[in-house]
């Protein structure tokens, strides 16, 4: 079992930044950030796929990132020109890790607690 802490979230006017960490305890190759609105189902902000290729949702390209600190175990989502659509409480997620060649991940069953990111117009 993986355990997964996030921190960071908050509120901020459109136009604003946020990051956001998370920590994983034990390190895992396969991480990512999905995030849920109000009435809307879960989905994939920056994640590493099954192939382990690093994929980006069209709606955050060009002002999201994310990068990982294997000395510190954490990943982080750095967001820029947050839009108010960005609003949703934001999970780190980790899935097994499987080298064939390359880097497998297989689907995201652990799951952080959430934090709350909130962007007014």
């Known amino acids: 079992q993986v355990q997964l802490v996030e921190s960071g979230g908050g509120s901020v006017q459109a136009g604003g930044s946020l990051r956001l960490s998370c920590q994983a305890s034990?390190?895992?190759?396969?991480m990512g950030w999905f995030r849920q609105a109000p009435g809307k189902e879960r989905e994939e902000v920056a994640v590493?796929?099954?192939?382990?290729?690093?994929k980006y949702a069209d709606s955050v390209k060009g002002r999201f990132t994310t990068s990982k600190d294997n000395n510190r175990d954490t990943l982080y989502l750095q967001m820029n020109n947050l839009k108010p659509g960005d609003t949703a409480i934001y999970h780190c997620?980790?899935?097994?890790?499987?080298?064939?060649?390359?880097?497998?991940?297989?689907?995201?069953?652990?799951w952080g607690q959430g934090t709350q990111v909130t962007v007014s117009s």
């Open positions: 034990p390190p895992r190759s396969c």
């Open positions: 590493i796929d099954r192939d382990g290729n690093l």
């Open positions: 997620a980790a899935a097994v890790a499987h080298w064939v060649g390359a880097l497998r991940c297989d689907e995201y069953t652990s």
